[in-house]
């Protein structure tokens, strides 16, 4: 069963950073994963994406402020947050794509605020 460790979010201050991390476990091999956000009253939507060769994309709204990394020797995956606007405010919440299915992590709550 996939499972997964997230952690890094909190409260930031506009202009601010934040780095967050996702460590998967009960799988074997390397698969695409990527970060989601919900913001309140709106629908989940992709953040940023990375396959397995460590090719990435990004959501228009974030390119050139966010880094999508993956460490395949921990199975992690990193989101670096930069210049951090109260719009990114959202749960943030892992994936990884496994035969057809797509698994999520419990999901990680960034506040951005002043």
Same mark, same amino acid.
Request: charged letters at 15%; a neutral charge; proline letters at 4%.
């Given at each position: 069963?996939?499972?997964?460790?997230?952690?890094? $979010?909190?409260?930031? &201050?506009?202009? !601010?950073?934040? /780095?967050?991390?996702? +460590? =998967?476990?009960?799988?074997? %091999?390397?698969?695409?994963? $990527?970060?989601?956000? &919900?913001?309140? !009253?709106?629908? /989940?939507?992709?953040? +940023? =994406?990375?396959?397995?060769? %460590?090719?990435?994309?990004?959501?228009?709204?974030?390119?050139?402020?966010?880094?999508?990394?993956?460490?395949?020797?921990?199975?992690?995956?990193?989101?670096?947050?930069?210049?951090?606007?109260?719009?990114?405010?959202?749960?943030?919440?892992?994936?990884?794509?496994?035969?057809?299915?797509?698994?999520?992590?419990?999901?990680?709550?960034?506040?951005?605020?002043?």
């Amino acid at each position: 069963q996939v499972q997964f460790v997230e952690s890094g $979010g909190g409260l930031v &201050q506009p202009g !601010g950073s934040l /780095r967050l991390s996702c +460590a =998967a476990s009960g799988i074997v %091999g390397i698969y695409p994963m $990527g970060w989601y956000r &919900q913001a309140p !009253g709106k629908q /989940r939507e992709l953040v +940023a =994406a990375i396959t397995n060769g %460590g090719s990435a994309n990004y959501a228009d709204s974030v390119k050139g402020r966010f880094t999508i990394s993956r460490d395949n020797n921990k199975n992690t995956v990193y989101l670096e947050m930069n210049s951090l606007n109260p719009e990114d405010t959202g749960v943030y919440y892992c994936s990884l794509d496994l035969d057809l299915l797509r698994y999520w992590g419990r999901g990680t709550q960034v506040t951005v605020s002043s």
